[in-house]
């Protein structure tokens, strides 16, 4: 291939000559019209993700060309899995640029959550990790709701200069740029999107009106996601998709409660009190009493306790324990990528368990 094609879904150069190389396409693919690579086609048909060689290199090279540029970064979080998905460097970065930060998946959270209580709490969150955003926003993008806003922000922020849209893998940063193409233009699903981490492989240029551009940047991947520990299929699963349902369950001390086999709480002291649990619909917990919690672990995962599947149990790093006194009232216990529990009086000393590498932490509650 002589001169340069870029795969319109990820932004990748294509090539026909190495399978296992990002870019990859058949020679008959270049006879289609829009052109895009293996990995892009069977994501877009079969919903199927082709691991591909990115590095975090590669990644960081990127993000210290955003920070040489001039222009307005647009930086989006979920809302479901705000500390896991937030990038910790970014505001080194940035350095004097304006940052808009967007927290997507609104639509996930239950419907009685004040959204005014929610930004106001992402405002904080933001400034206690170091950034200090122009303004914030909720939107879903999946569904369009809060879109226009963003947009109409955008337009304003960037004062006719490019846009950067950052985030980490699986925030939807691709859908939110398809549904901006999609309100601008009416055409639906320009770039890739899916569950999986690592859709975009380089930065994608879509140009706007006045001569500048809106760039997509690869997703950068955030090792403590818990995306990162299971396979596709129980990704789905941990993965909500619609409004959470939160699930009480009245605790006595010395009880435990299982996510699926990914995580785990037990509750070792502070009398009976609830506890409010916010995670995918169709992840099961479990609850056993304390002194059983782990043989039943070691005898049930991968079948009682799934996800992961059986299969996928020997990639699952070993649990490690996390030891918290509830100091606060309203409290979240969070497991990164897979949801909260909260607890609403103080007291409670519990022990949170997650994979080794996957973070979990407390933090004042969000609903």
């Known amino acids: ?11 990748v150069t294509i090539q026909t000559e190495d399978e296992t190389k990002v870019g990859y396409a058949p020679p008959s693919a270049l006879e289609r019209d829009p052109i895009i690579c293996q990995r892009c086609f069977r994501l877009k048909h079969y919903n199927e993700v082709q ?27 979920d809302i479901f899995d705000f500390n896991g998905s937030w990038l910790p460097g970014l505001h080194r970065f940035v350095g004097k640029k304006d940052v808009l930060l967007v927290g997507n998946k609104v639509d996930l959270l239950p419907k009685s959550v004040k959204h005014e209580k929610v930004t106001r709490w992402m405002k904080q969150t933001a400034r206690e990790l170091g950034l200090q955003p122009r303004d914030v926003f ?44 999609k309100e601008v233009t009416g055409k639906g699903n320009v770039i890739t999107t899916s569950y999986f981490p690592g859709t975009t492989l380089d930065m994608i240029e879509i140009p706007l009106d006045d001569g500048s551009a809106l760039y997509d940047t690869p997703g950068i991947i955030n090792h403590h996601q818990m995306a990162h520990f299971v396979d596709k299929k129980d990704l789905k699963v941990i993965t909500p998709k619609k409004e959470i349902k939160p699930k009480v369950y009245q605790l006595n001390e010395q009880q435990t409660l299982f996510f699926g086999g990914l995580a785990r709480l037990d509750y070792v002291s502070g009398g009976r009190r609830p506890f409010v649990c916010y995670m995918s619909n169709e992840l099961f917990i479990h609850r056993t009493k304390r002194e059983h919690a782990d043989e039943l672990y070691e005898r049930h995962l991968g079948e009682l306790l799934q996800p992961p599947r059986k299969s996928y149990c020997e990639q699952l790093p070993p649990l490690v324990a996390h030891h918290f006194t509830l100091k606060e009232p309203k409290t979240d216990i969070v497991f990164s990528g897979l949801g909260w529990v909260t607890c609403h009086e103080p007291g409670a000393q519990v022990i949170a368990y997650a994979p080794k590498g996957v973070g979990v932490m407390l933090r004042k509650s969000l609903i």
């Open 1 to 11: 291939m002589s001169e340069q094609v870029i795969c319109i879904g990820c932004g």
């Open 138 to 181: 909720l939107v879903s993008a999946h569904k369009g709701y809060g879109m226009k806003e963003v947009m109409t922000a955008i337009d304003e922020y960037r004062n006719g200069k490019d846009v950067y849209v950052v985030g980490c893998t699986n925030v939807g940063k691709s859908t939110f740029i398809n549904r901006i193409i």
């Open 51 to 77: 691991d591909v060689s990115l590095t975090d290199d590669d990644f960081l090279n990127i993000l210290h060309g955003i920070g040489q540029a001039d222009g307005l970064v647009v930086k989006i979080v």
